[in-house]
């Protein structure tokens, strides 16, 4: 039996594990690790085989004969297929522009792209891709270069403090952060929960703080008032390496503990306690959070964890939080992307960048300069989320040709349908179009809606090369275990053959995806193979406060505590406080929604037997005494809506939900439900996107991205 060492990406956070294989058929997927709190490794990527070798999985092109959405395909070939894609998308580029063209994938999910999405749309002329970073990580990440320029890695191996922001590895969820934090519980690292859930972390956590879903803006706003006023920062660093601190003091007054006990519904003396023990124990971590991504006060929630990392002097230090750079020896997606190929009169029609510009090339352009200084190139396009345009602003264009048609959607592992805010929105988006092509393992609800559907290979049926998406400097390789069943391709081949059919084949010279990984490590005087033998997982020696010596990759060098760019873009240049609309008595609870549940990974995966018995149907959590104010009881089906739209599940009672808060799960549709009333249709029952608005009083300013955590609802018992 053969084992082949592979980053499995049944998630996002790409564990390196091992694939037996036995006659071209793999026979288990294992931990590389077994020890206590170092098995990186969870129940998806263990049940993923039979993901792979699922009789409904897509190993042929198929092409749309019916009505959109009607089900109706018949099988082509891949020739076929592709010589007609691209002279449908040449017409929409001819009749309407490059800007009609857009595309929606998910890089960790398809895991070849090596830039070669954005190559190929940069040098056709479009700036219109998005991706689910625009809700998770990637948002995070420009935020974070507008303050110092890169968004740090937490060193959790040497941390003495870790908080937690609604965030909650498990053994099945993050389960690399997970053992992280675990291995430093048992070494005595503190661990600081902020969280409305009674979650496991939170109930091992030395401190937890059950603030109100929605909050976390505000409690940082209560630390900071608390360590600026006891005097527990660094003194030497913000005198030296900040802007903007006497400006920032005085926004930090505007929040006194009452108030902030107030907003958060959390004790005062709890939050004074937490702010000092992350200010005096550290090096302490704020390792990243999907639930501070998403929320109305997002990006300044996001800048707040970014002052407490630096006035406390918990920057590109050990234990503390990393700006990694560029690897110096392996050739980064972000050049593989050619940005600069795209010319500035089509940077400026990047739909979404006039009113939420963070992440967009609007927003990125005073940092590119800096980032050339300091990290060697212009283009840092970390996390995939520098460079975006804005997910709704795209779906309105391509529903109502505002403020100008986009009428060709490539959808690449990915889900969109489901995975934005507005999901009646983006349905109409997705009819109104011209041209839809998903590359995809099942037949998922917004793959229904295509015009072609395209077989993509797995993680075991191909090579690849990761850097955290351009987060770390630490590059791993994973080692194609089997070939792809059927006639399943990677996305390079998808993309080589595309740029091929547009005379673009100059800028695509790599015939395999190997030559083109070779390619990229060629720098280490190796081949992409002999690398993944000598140096599966490689990083150079870090250094450490970098800025000594290059400064920080903002436009002052130093880190931005006031944002001279968000002011001139009409924004607050200081993080601010945003309260919530009133709905009115018509909706007494909140919302809390986006929650992925530890058998899946977003949308994914609801196919496979092995991990559907682990959660056989979407649950609603709420607290019993809510319950039983709306005549509800244990397994009764419940309709939860908002001012947006109500899905109908089963409810479950749970002392862990704070009382006034429902949780709904993330991304639910029946893929059994597909050949008979359609999956599409079970997502309307029970998608959580449909949930959300992104009308402006629900959207995050600067980023334009929604509001999942505390959404005004009610609930109702169905018969």
Sequence with gaps: MQGKRALCASCDIYCHVEVEVEDQKIKRVKALDTRKWRANICMK??????????????LHPLKRVGQRGSGQWKQVSWEDAMSDIARRLKSVIDTHGPEAFA???????????????????????????????????????????????????????????????????????????????????????KLIVCDPRQTPNAEMADIWLPLKAGTDAAMMFGWLKVILDEGLYDREFVANWTIGFEELRERVDEFPLERVEQITGVDRGLIAAAARMYATNGPSAIPWSPITDQQRNSTSAIRLQAVLRALCGYLDVPGGEVLHGFHPKIIHDSVLEMHEALPQAQKDKQLGADQHPVFTYRGMAPYNGPAKRVWGHEYANQLTGCYMANPSALFRAMA????????????????????????QLIHKAMINQDLIVSMEHVMTPSAELADYILPGDAWTERD?????????SIFRTSQKAVEPRGEARNVYE????????????????WETLKDLLDYRVAPMGMSFDEMAEAHPVHLEKLQFRKYEQTGFATPSGKVELYSQTLKDFGFDPLPYWREEPDEGKDWPLRLFTGVRESPFFQTGQRHIEGLRKFSPEPLIFIHPQDAADHGVHEGDMVKAATTHGAVTMKVTLKQTVPQGLVRVPHGWWLPEEVGKSGGLNS???????????????????????PHFRGLPCRITKVA
């Excluded at 990527?45 to 897509?58: D, K, L, N, S, Y």
């Excluded at 998808?494 to 010279?509: I, K, S, T, V, Y």
């Design 400 to 423: 109502h040709g505002d403020p100008y048609p986009v009428k060709a959607f490539f959808v690449l592992g990915n889900n969109p349908l489901m995975s934005y805010a507005n999901m």
């Design 45 to 58: 990527g263990v049940h993923a085989p039979e993901g792979f070798a699922h009789p409904r999985r897509i």
């Design 103 to 189: 595309v929606s994938t998910s890089s960790w999910n398809t895991q070849s792209d090596n830039g070669m999405s954005r190559r190929f749309m940069n040098l056709v002329g479009s700036p219109n891709w998005i991706s689910g970073v625009a809700l998770c990580a990637g948002n995070t990440a420009a935020v974070n270069r507008m303050v110092y320029g890169w968004y740090p890695y937490a060193d959790l191996t040497k941390t003495e403090c870790i908080v937690l922001f609604g965030h909650s590895p498990g053994p099945h969820s993050w389960t690399p952060v997970y053992n992280q934090i675990m291995r430093a519980r048992e070494r005595g690292a």
């Design 464 to 472: 690849a090369l990761a850097d955290g998406l351009g987060w770390s």
């Design 683 to 705: 997502a309307w029952g029970l998608a959580d996107a449909q949930l959300c608005s992104d009308a402006p009083e629900f959207l995050d300013r600067e980023q334009g991205i």
């Design 494 to 509: 998808f993309w080589r053959d595309l740029a091929l059919r547009f005379d673009l084949g100059e800028h695509f010279p």
